[in-house]
C-alpha cells in the first residue's frame, strides 16, 4: 500500500512558477514509477508528466513539454513537479500516482493522492 500526499499547489499569475511535492508512505516507493495528473473543472482528468523508478526516464504532455520537470528524490520518497511559464490553461487540480510503469494511462497507476490545486491568473 502506498498513500500520497500532494502539496505546494497556489494561486499565481500567468508567466509564474509553482513546484508541487508528493510525499509517498511505504518502504517501496523506489520501486514505483511516479506520474502527475490534472483535472480542470468540467474536464476529464489528463496526463501531464510521469517519472521512472529510477528517475532515468521521463515523459510529458505536449501542453507541458519545455515548461514542466519532473522529479524524483527516492531518499525521501517524494516526488516533485516544477512548473514554470504558467498558464491560464494550467489551471486545474493536480494529482500524483504510484503505479508499477510509467505511461500516460491512468489505468496504469494504482495509487492516488487526493490533489493540489493550482490556479493560474491572466
Known amino acids: 500500500q502506498v498513500r500520497l500526499v500532494e502539496s505546494g499547489g497556489g494561486r499565481v499569475q500567468a508567466g509564474g512558477s509553482l513546484r508541487l511535492s508528493c510525499a509517498a508512505s511505504g518502504r517501496t516507493f523506489s520501486t514505483y514509477a511516479m506520474g502527475w495528473f490534472r483535472q480542470a473543472p468540467g474536464k476529464e482528468r489528463e496526463f501531464v508528466a510521469a517519472i521512472g523508478w529510477s528517475g532515468g526516464s521521463t515523459y510529458y504532455a505536449d501542453s507541458v513539454k519545455g515548461r514542466f520537470t519532473i522529479s524524483r528524490d527516492n531518499a525521501k520518497s517524494t516526488v516533485y513537479l516544477q512548473m514554470n511559464s504558467l498558464k491560464p490553461e494550467d489551471t486545474a487540480d493536480y494529482y500524483c500516482?504510484?503505479?508499477?510503469?510509467?505511461?500516460?494511462?491512468?489505468?496504469?497507476?494504482?495509487?492516488w493522492g487526493q490533489g493540489t490545486q493550482v490556479t493560474v491568473s491572466s
Open positions: 500516482a504510484a503505479g508499477p510503469r510509467t505511461g500516460w494511462n491512468r489505468g496504469l497507476y494504482d495509487y
